[in-house]
């Protein structure tokens, strides 16, 4: 195969080529299929199956991850804890080992009865609840079956009743079933015992949906992360907040936990009380904060059409039953718009009797329709919006996650989100000062997208710095790690500790699942700092295009006469990343909102450009015009 690193380092990420469907009101627009680089030869008839030890992972990089296209991978949950443990031997969901192992859990669960036209609204669940009512709904289930196998007997023995009377000749005694003497035919009704109502018609149909099960158990390894899938930037950096926040608190670093997108660190309590509500609000945002998830359902839940938070991959493993996928590709993305240009309806067969989507039949011709097996994961690439129904009772793990193939997709979803939340607000502008305007936007893109400016430029530098770590000669001499990390702190201008993780190896070099290494050489390093710089130049580009227009309008609004500025803080005292001197240092009169981040992530692009530059790497020109 040559050098795949060398080829991926040579290629440059495509523009995401998606219409950016609305989620909390970014626009949409037409498709730029002429333009996206996709072409006929780019369609896909079907989704792969492949043996997981089969697949390298440099072949996985070239071939699904750097193209976009989805793939099933076979055993891949071989070796697994929750494969035996939450599997009957007739290869049922166990019910009776998640109720006795894990009751105490709180899930998510959400009604997909489609009553609702997709999924209801979420409501918190005690798992012991929601496994007695699935226990219920099995045994109602069960009882209706009987019930129908009764019917159906009853009713081919009155038909055979019928057709046996047409041929008797007249006069003849008909036998009656029941005469005493005669045999009494299987399944009769009045033979049968009473059966329990069945449920209501148009009753929920819980799914339990996006269960923290690594993170509030963490000592009970379910599974392990397949190596094809471990350079998971997204759960890297949560890793790392966490590890971050319990040192800062002062607690031991014990085993590491994740941490909500943006969470402040935790503070230690001076009050025993105090510490203990801290504490408690601490364990609940470690159980619900990763990206790392456990779904569980019956025959018939279903997930309405999406594409995955943060426009980020996905891998979904199959632990007991089958789940029917249909994934629609991102270049064909357009043809879910509504006739404004806007939302995408919740099915790809939702019913449109008034046409409101237009596209919709023509994107059902393009739909990948895969039966998934138990054993086996998908892995579902960034942009594919996607249906799933449970075809059997179910039980899967599933892992957002983003990197070096995927991150161009994030933000470029983050900066369509960011004009849609500036848009919303616009009215608030003359209210606020340049900076709480920003601020405002920030807050409200985070709170759309899941990840703002800040959170997303963190996870990047925690990124660059694990890679920078392990590109270092002396990183890999014992006692020395340490000495490194706080030197590349102080060179990243005083990095907070969730941007850099608190012990920076990575996952093993060798797959612990069975499966293929998973690379932690040089090129493999080099890369994972290439696609973090060229995303972060583009974010501190846009990071100081921000600040300079805020201080051109809180110049302009100096200019105004008093009583006109409104509730502009004129006054504001002065101090570094202020509006009125130079970006990026000096006594200023307001706070630039970005002014920190544009520190920190121009130190960080610049330790990634002498790496690189080292390596003889050298970054496009383009980044390293738009960042200096």
Known sequence: MGNPWGFLLAQQPRP??????????????????????????????????IPASELTYERFCLDYMEPNRPVILQGATQG??????????GGAVNLAFLKAHFKTAVVSVTDTARQHEGCGPCQQMQLADFLDWWELRQQQQQQQQQQQQQQQACAGIEAWHIQSTATIPAGTAVPQPGTPGQAQPAGRADDAPTAAAPPPAGGPLWYAKDWHLASGFPQYQAYRCPSLFADDWLNEWCDACQAGARQQAGAPA??????????????????????????????QQESTADYRFVYLGPQGTCTPLHSDVLRSHSWSANVAGRKLWRLLP?????????????????????????????????????????????????????????????????????????????VHWTWALLRGERAAAEEGIEDCRPLCSPAEFEGLVQRNLGANAGLDYAGFGAMLRCVATASLLKLEPAAAT?????????????????????????????????????????PTGRWYHAFRLLRAALVLHQLLAEQRRIDAACQQEWLKRQQQPSKQRGVVAAGAAPGPGS????????????????????????????????????????????ALHDAH
């Open 16 to 49: 995401a080529p998606i219409t950016e469907i609305a989620l909390g009101g970014s626009g949409g627009g037409s498709s730029d299929s002429g333009g996206s680089g996709h072409n006929s030869a780019d369609e896909i008839d079907e989704v792969p199956r």
């Open 80 to 89: 697994w804890a929750a494969a035996s443990d939450w599997v009957t031997p």
């Open 254 to 283: 014990g085993p590491t936990q994740e941490c909500k997108l943006g969470d402040a660190v935790v503070q230690q309590a001076p009050a025993s009380q105090q510490q203990q509500q801290q504490q408690q609000q601490q364990q």
């Open 330 to 406: 991102p270049w064909r993305s357009h043809l879910l718009l509504d006739r404004h240009g806007r939302g995408a309806p919740w099915d790809f067969f939702a019913t449109d009797p008034e046409g409101q989507y237009p596209g919709l039949p023509e994107a059902r011709q393009h739909l990948l329709t895969v039966v998934q097996h138990p054993g086996e994961a998908i892995f579902v690439p960034a942009g594919w919006f996607h249906t799933v129904e449970n075809l059997d009772d179910c039980a899967s793990i599933n892992h957002n996650w983003i990197n070096g193939h995927s």
């Open 478 to 518: 014992p006692n020395s790690s340490s000495d490194h990390h706080q030197r590349h702190q102080q060179q990243q201008g005083g990095v907070a500790a969730a941007d850099s993780p608190a012990a920076p190896a990575l996952q093993p070099a060798a797959g612990t699942d069975g499966g293929p290494a998973v």
């Open 579 to 622: 509006v009125g001197g130079s970006m990026e240092g000096g006594p200023r009169g307001e706070e630039l909102p970005h002014a920190t981040e544009v520190v920190r992530n121009a130190a960080c692009l610049a330790a990634i450009e002498q790496q690189l530059e080292s390596m003889g790497i050298p970054l496009p020109a383009s």
